[in-house]
């Protein structure tokens, strides 16, 4: 990957950390997740931060290929960027914030099948944006099962 312009690839990168950052601090107590049941294959919770800054270093680094693509649907592929990254903002604050764990689950489907709207888009201006994406939906697939999981033992 040539880097065009290295001040857009950092607000690229910067850009998805934020809004996990401000996700975070808007979701309130994050701690509940050590107190509530949970499935068997539930990681540890100090490993959620660090999985979650790699895979949005992976999401700025994919948006920044695309960005500086000549493809003429790039607009469209990142508007569904933009909305894929809503709906994450939004998970942890209505799973954490509000413990609504069935609405958190179905809003997780949502993001889930944008995520993988977005891939497809990406795959037909850059493969390798799209490639980028692909540790970021088999997250969210592991999180739906946690996520769906949490929901059955609370």
Do not use: A, G, K, Q
């Given at each position: 990957m040539k880097i065009k312009d290295k001040s857009s690839l950092v607000i690229a990168i910067l850009i998805p950390i934020a809004v996990g950052t401000l996700s975070a601090l808007f979701s309130g107590n994050m701690q509940i997740y050590s107190q509530i049941n949970k499935p068997a294959l539930s990681p540890p919770g100090i490993l959620f931060p660090i999985v979650w800054t790699i895979l949005y270093i992976l999401m700025g680094i994919s948006s920044y290929i695309i960005y500086e693509s000549d493809n003429p649907n790039k607009e469209s592929a990142l508007r569904t960027y933009a909305l894929q990254l809503f709906f994450n903002f939004f998970w942890?604050?209505?799973?954490?914030?509000?413990?609504?764990?069935?609405?958190?689950?179905?809003?997780l489907l949502a993001l889930i099948f944008l995520i993988v709207k977005m891939i497809v888009q990406f795959y037909r201006i850059k493969p390798i944006a799209a490639y980028l994406q692909i540790p970021y939906l088999l997250w969210c697939v592991f999180a739906a099962y946690l996520n769906f999981m949490i929901f059955r033992l609370n």
């Open positions: 942890s604050i209505i799973f954490f914030r509000f413990n609504l764990y069935f609405t958190s689950f179905v809003w």
